[in-house]
T-cell receptor, first 114, second 113 residues
Framework: QQQVKQSPQSLIVQKGGISIINCAYE??????FPWYQQFPGKGPALLIAIRPDVSEKKEGRFTISFNKSAKQFSLHIMDSQPGDSATYFCAASMPGGTASKLTFGTGTRLQVTL | KAGVTQTPRYLIKTRGQQVTLSCSPI?????VSWYQQTPGQGLQFLFEYFSETQRNKGNFPGRFSGRQFSNSRSEMNVSTLELGDSALYLC????????????FGQGTRLTVV
């Protein structure tokens, strides 16, 4: 079981609002959970990542909340800006030799309106 | 520091042909992974190379192969192309194996006609 389920598929938020994207995983062996941002024509860029030993990590306007018992994690974008309009992917990987394999969610297309 | 460089950026090939894509990782990075991105299947792991050895492989047919050179540059090859192979192929580099940050290139857009 390697699935990572991501929701919503698309999201429209007004400038200054909070964008929230959720992910759920099945495999409890996952121990690294990054979020990637992708603009059209570009490769994914790492935004922020978390490990299961912490419940929250904040970097600037971006926060990951992690709920190990529920096997869920979410990305919060505070004070959303039009420049944040992009597709966001959650991902997960396992430790050891399989750590190279990132299992991605299906992506959320975020549009921040003026 | 230069980022991950993938060449070419765009490719158009005919069904049945083969194609080779190239990836130069960030200087000093020795691990290279390849991913396929399509609207239907999303981002899927193809394989990873470290020290010229394939360390991990995704669920793709044997038509997809790769290699890594002593300077850490990597190539992936797709033989007997099918229409469904049309995708954005992304390369990611890391300093080494393990849960370290993966840096992606801009990808190669392959169109099979």
């Amino acid at each position: 079981q390697q699935q990572v389920k991501q929701s919503p598929q698309s999201l429209i938020v007004q400038k200054g609002g909070i964008s929230i994207i959720n992910c759920a995983y099945e495999n409890t062996a996952f121990d690294y959970f990054p979020w990637y941002q992708q603009f059209p024509g570009k490769g994914p860029a790492l935004l922020i990542a978390i490990r299961p030993d912490v419940s929250e990590k904040k970097e600037g306007r971006f926060t990951i909340s992690f709920n190990k018992s529920a096997k869920q994690f979410s990305l919060h974008i505070m004070d959303s800006q039009p420049g944040d309009s992009a597709t966001y992917f959650c991902a997960a990987s396992m430790p050891g030799g399989t750590a190279s394999k990132l299992t991605f969610g299906t992506g959320t297309r975020l549009q921040v309106t003026l | 520091k230069a980022g991950v460089t993938q060449t070419p950026r765009y490719l158009i090939k005919t069904r049945g042909q083969q194609v080779t894509l190239s990836c130069s990782p960030i200087s000093g990075h020795r691990s290279v992974s390849w991913y396929q991105q399509t609207p239907g299947q999303g981002l899927q792991f193809l394989f990873e190379y470290f020290s010229e050895t394939q360390r991990n492989k995704g669920n793709f047919p044997g038509r997809f192969s790769g290699r890594q050179f002593s300077n850490s540059r990597s190539e992936m090859n797709v033989s007997t192309l099918e229409l469904g192979d049309s995708a954005l192929y992304l390369c990611a580099s890391r300093p080494g194996p393990g849960n370290t940050e993966a840096f992606f290139g801009q990808g190669t857009r392959l169109t099979v006609v």
